[in-house]
């Protein structure tokens, strides 16, 4: 097995074990980026010379006989919408273009402490805003499964980092699927967590009541350590971030209640998806979970509803950008609004003017209770719902996304096509809910299909306990040969 | 509904061609017809979340950045401070 | 214009926004401080970076409750945070944190004091913000320059109820928000650096009639002349406006207070749509009632209360009973003498409001900056009423005592300024007066008889000021009725 394949967890017991130094890893792993990212397209940004130097530095450490932290030596790729410090952070906008941030994310500043090894900044579709990565300003990343196919997204990059052995293990964000939904599309697991289980500090706001960063990774054992590095309250810099214990996983799965929401396996949902979704959940029950049938009625408005918070949030959150601080800057030969209105105008793609735009209208004067508050009300309506649905079950299961990758092209000029890709996960972001998605077998066409599970907020462990006897069961999960 | 595009442009500080003003008109009859699809909800007075709450932070000082730190990003700065065009208000 | 004030009355509605004097600013740690070199007291978070966030300071919410509280609002111990949405360069974010539909104080009154006279004033909320940043408009560079230390500065906002009735009204309504916002420690409330701002709301009704006239907002009024100035200003154009015939528009002015005008900056038309909502950056907050009391509690007797006990309980006239109370400094020091019981209540206050009061203003300095203490005071004041020294002495010995850090008997001993009631010796000396004042003498005796006082005074001058003046008197007239 060459390192790049090798699981996070494996290569810091490695490294630990002096059985290879973290410079080893890191130079296979510049080697493998430098080999497939060509066709796979998710890197923004490689710091070959700063990852090395990383790397040397964890090396002295490990020389030295210091204690060493969970990720040491490990590469980690992080989606380029979360802060590194004296490192571009484009958001994959013409806007941010050349915005290298003073201050590392709180999760960025976790990750150095615990010896990870940051190789670069992957590609995302801008500002976070679609479900291809193809919305970016610099370029499409492309599915290893099938290099005419879409990544999903937002966090494509992440997800085909990780799908192609480029990284173990990388950052995501998840606004409304951004993480669960390439993850699903790239066949490795994705985990979006309970809404303040992560701090955002850093991460470049979509919207704020929504955004949560989680771990990527191949393996759910490499999914649960890096959300165990990442998680935690952040009182200083983030006032929705909570105390959260990671308890960890348990041994098995026996009696644990799995819900099946009829809604999320309706129209819209391929056949193909249903069935991988389905049969997976037969593994479950033959691994001692139990099946029960549950209704979310309210699920059918959740997409509305997620589409006015979001970008009413995103209007306001994305106002900052206007040539004057950071970031691209327009006419300056003309009066302050001409340099407002240029710089927006050429800075900002057109999916992210159509979310500002929608945004801005959901806000504005007479408009307000109809939309945003309505949206709002409607966001508790389907926490409650939840809340009465876990009375019953322990986790509930449905697809991740409704059909498996789609061609490149295929829907960037439909975005009403676009959004619908995002109607299973939405859900667990209106509702603060953590979500994971596990590979679930492939299509006839041999393109991975996701398993999504939710669990009440807090549930992490659990919800990576059912995964992990999952993925035990299945005997590990499937890696494309690049 | 009426989608005012170019009202709404003008306070979400975006210019379109009539071009683009066009086609957005058009996704945005689709989109605003999704996001209508709400049920009547009974309305709170307020978004209050007294069961959701926050921290408060103390009041001690952290230093400030340095301020070429500061301006390190900025497209215009003379003398420490940042440029724009002339403006009075 | 005296017979258009006589037709029209004058409405008033004011917003204050006042700085709060914490240490950090409102949403982050950096130093809240004036007066720093440009931008150097900032970090991504004030400056608006991408990604960062807003973490509320505590002390913010417990000031602005403190206010509340001194202006008798119902506290929102359960309230949040709104974003107001819009673009301006000293606003890095382009929204300012402040708060909606929740605000912390509302429905509460302020007592003024106008003439003597009681009156209330209606106040509508409190609120926190964040403060914008500063531009700099230099004719030595081409644009405007941004200086971003203001940023995040906490502020809170009182707004009024459209209760005053006249531009003095709404001065001296400002004058005692400052001198409370003093008083409660949680502002320096200096107008010059710009710590207390108004924007004024007028409004102008032929008198009798009940309906609100339509209101003009006017921004940047920054002194309490200003706020005179610009509400005279105001309510006169409406009044010429309406009398020749036209009507007022809804609008938002400036006010310029150097050129003594106002322009219009925004018609009703171009109203700015803020797009308030929640700040999804910050959560729901709560105060607990035990704090609410506590912050109560540590509210204290505020100046306009103080200065009707004053008037009531030591007999002080009105102006004198205000101008003790309205620096807290001052009542402090006055309310300490007073309970010391050793001497006259009101020869306290004249000492203080005359001759402390004249050698404060002439140094720029406190009271709390000098030498000069309760004890002292009383002690000098004691020196008087026993007759030990007169009062021209006594402004010798205050010269000292103010100073250093001597008692005013030290004083009296040191420079013997001890009074001479000695017979022997004031007649000694009002011999030599008379001797040397014969026009004088013979002016009393032609009738003009207050060239006493005159006479009186030049036995004090020989005196070094030791003379009992009353002795003195009564020597001279005997005296010349003598002659």
């Known amino acids: ?482 | 509904m009426e989608f005012d595009v170019k009202h709404i442009a003008k306070l979400a500080m975006l210019q379109f061609t009539a071009e683009e003003a066009a086609a957005f008109e058009k996704e945005f009859a689709q989109i605003v017809k999704m996001v209508e699809n709400l049920p009547e909800m009974e309305s709170a007075v307020t978004l209050l979340e007294p069961e959701n709450q926050m921290e408060l932070r103390e009041d001690a000082v952290i230093p400030s950045y340095p301020r070429e730190e500061i301006l390190q990003n900025v497209p215009h700065a003379v003398a420490g401070c940042i440029v724009v065009p002339k403006t009075v208000d | 214009m005296s017979k258009l004030s006589e037709k029209y009355e004058v409405i008033v509605g004011l917003e204050i926004h006042a700085e709060l004097c914490t240490e950090t600013k409102i949403f982050c740690g950096c130093k809240n401080e004036f007066g720093a070199e440009v931008n150097t007291l900032c970090c991504p978070v004030c400056m608006g970076m991408p990604g960062t966030l807003p973490v509320l300071n505590r002390q913010v919410v417990d000031y602005a409750i403190k206010m509340g509280h001194a202006l008798g609002c119902r506290i929102n111990r359960i309230s949040k945070m709104d974003r107001k949405n819009y673009f301006y360069p000293d606003l890095p974010k382009a929204y300012q944190i402040s708060q909606f539909d929740i605000p912390l104080c509302e429905h509460g009154s302020l007592d003024i004091l106008m003439n003597g006279q009681v009156k209330r004033v209606g106040i509508t909320r409190i609120h926190i913000e964040e403060d914008a940043g500063k531009l700099i408009h230099d004719d030595a560079f081409e644009g405007s320059l941004v200086d971003y230390n203001r940023c995040g500065v906490p502020l809170i906002e009182i707004v009024s109820e459209p209760d005053l009735r006249s531009a003095e009204e709404a001065k001296v309504y400002m004058e005692t928000i400052t001198g409370i916002l003093l008083y409660l420690g949680i502002s320096d409330a200096k107008m010059q650096e710009g710590c207390v701002r108004a924007d004024v709301n007028v409004s102008v009704r032929p008198r009798g009639q009940k309906e609100f006239g339509t209101r003009t907002e006017m921004k940047n009024v920054n002194s309490f002349g200003a706020v005179y100035r610009a509400i005279q200003y105001e309510a006169n154009r409406q009044m010429e406006v309406l009398e020749a015939g036209g009507s007022i528009e809804q609008e938002t002015r400036r006010w310029d207070d150097a050129k003594g005008v106002n322009i219009v900056l925004r018609t009703k038309e171009d109203a700015q749509d803020y797009r308030y909502f929640p700040e999804p950056d910050l959560l729901t907050f709560e105060v607990s009632e035990e704090r609410v009391q506590q912050l109560k509690a540590e509210v204290p007797e505020l100046p306009v209360a103080k200065a009707l006990r004053y008037v009531q309980q030591f007999g002080l006239n009105q102006d004198d009973a205000q101008l003790l109370a309205s620096s807290k400094a001052r009542s402090a020091f006055f309310d300490a003498s007073v309970a010391l019981n050793k001497c006259d209540k009101k020869a306290i206050s004249n000492w203080m409001i005359g001759d402390i009061a004249k050698i404060l203003n002439e140094r720029r300095i406190e009271i709390t900056d000098t030498a000069l203490t309760p004890e002292k005071l009383t002690d000098m004041i004691v020196l008087i009423e026993q007759g030990t020294i007169s009062n021209t002495a006594a402004k010798t010995v205050l010269d000292e005592i103010i100073v250093h850090d001597v008692t005013p008997a030290d004083v009296v001993k040191e420079k013997g300024l001890a009074q001479v009631s000695d017979e022997s010796a004031l007649a000694a000396i009002a011999d030599q007066v008379l001797a040397a004042n014969t026009k004088a003498v013979a002016d009393y005796k032609g009738g003009k008889t207050n060239v006493l006082g005159f006479l009186v005074g030049q036995c004090m001058k020989a005196s070094k000021g030791q003379g009992n003046p009353a002795k003195l008197r009564e020597l001279l007239s005997s005296k010349i009725a003598q002659l």
């Not at chain 1, 994310?105 to 193809?134: H, Q, R, W, Y």
């Not at chain 1, 879409?150 to 293990?169: H, I, T």
């Not at chain 1, 996960?425 to 979500?435: D, F, Y």
Request: hydrophobic share 40%; net charge neutral.
């Open chain 1, 1 to 482: 097995m060459n390192l790049y394949e090798k699981s996070a967890a494996e290569l810091s017991r490695m490294v630990r074990a002096k059985e290879v130094s973290a410079t080893e890893i890191t130079k296979d792993a510049l080697a493998r980026i430098e080999a497939v990212d060509l066709k796979v397209d998710a890197f923004l940004t490689v710091e070959a010379e700063k990852a090395l130097d990383r790397a040397a530095w964890v090396d002295e450490q490990v020389a030295a006989g210091k204690d060493l932290g969970p990720l040491a030596g490990v590469p980690v790729a992080v989606k380029d919408n979360i802060c590194t410090k004296g490192t571009k952070t484009t958001c994959a906008s013409k806007m941010l273009g050349n915005f290298i941030p003073p201050y590392n994310a709180t999760v960025v500043d976790k990750l150095l402490a615990a010896g990870a090894v940051i190789p670069g900044k992957v590609n995302l579709d801008e500002f976070a805003m679609g479900g291809s990565c193809e919305n970016s300003a610099f370029k499409a990343t492309k599915n290893p499964w099938d290099l005419t196919r879409v990544p999903g997204g937002s966090s494509g990059g992440s997800a085909a980092a990780v799908a192609a052995c480029e990284v173990p293990l990388a950052l995501g964000s998840d606004t409304g699927g951004s993480i669960r939904c390439p993850a699903g599309l790239c066949g490795i697991v994705g985990l979006k967590p309970t809404y303040g289980a992560v701090s955002r500090f850093g991460l470049v706001a979509f919207a704020s009541s929504l955004d949560q960063i989680g771990p990527m990774a191949r393996t759910v054992d490499d999914a649960a350590l890096l959300f165990r590095v990442i998680c935690g309250q952040d009182t200083a810099h983030d006032a929705t971030s909570k105390p959260f214990n990671f308890a960890g996983m348990g041994p098995d799965i026996r009696g644990v209640r799995v819900g099946l929401p009829k809604e999320y396996f309706g129209t819209g949902v391929s056949e193909e998806v249903k069935a991988g979704v389905l049969k997976a959940v037969d593994d479950l029950k033959a691994l001692g979970a139990q099946v029960i049938e549950i209704s979310l009625p309210s699920t059918r408005y959740a997409l509305s509803a997620y589409y006015i918070i979001s970008s009413a949030e995103a209007s306001s959150n994305l106002a900052r950008y206007d040539g004057v601080k950071y970031g691209y800057s327009g006419r300056r030969d003309g009066s302050l609004n001409d340099l407002y209105l240029s710089t927006r105008s050429e800075g900002f793609g057109r999916e992210v003017k159509r979310r500002i735009m929608l945004g801005t209208y959901v806000l504005s004067s007479g408009y307000y209770d109809a939309y945003y508050k309505r949206a709002k009300m409607l966001q508790r309506a389907i926490a409650a719902e939840f809340d009465e649905a876990f009375s019953q079950c322990d986790v509930i299961a449905t697809p991740t996304s409704p059909s498996t990758a789609f061609k490149l092209g295929e829907k960037v000029n439909d975005p009403l096509a676009m959004y619908a890709t995002d109607i299973c996960t939405t859900t667990a972001n209106i509702a603060g809910l953590p979500g994971i998605s596990v590979p679930c077998g492939f299509d006839s066409q041999g393109l991975p299909i996701g398993l999504q599970l939710l669990g009440p907020k807090w549930s992490e462990a659990r919800l990576l306990t059912v995964a992990k006897c999952y993925e035990t069961a299945k005997g590990g999960f499937a890696v494309k040969e690049m």
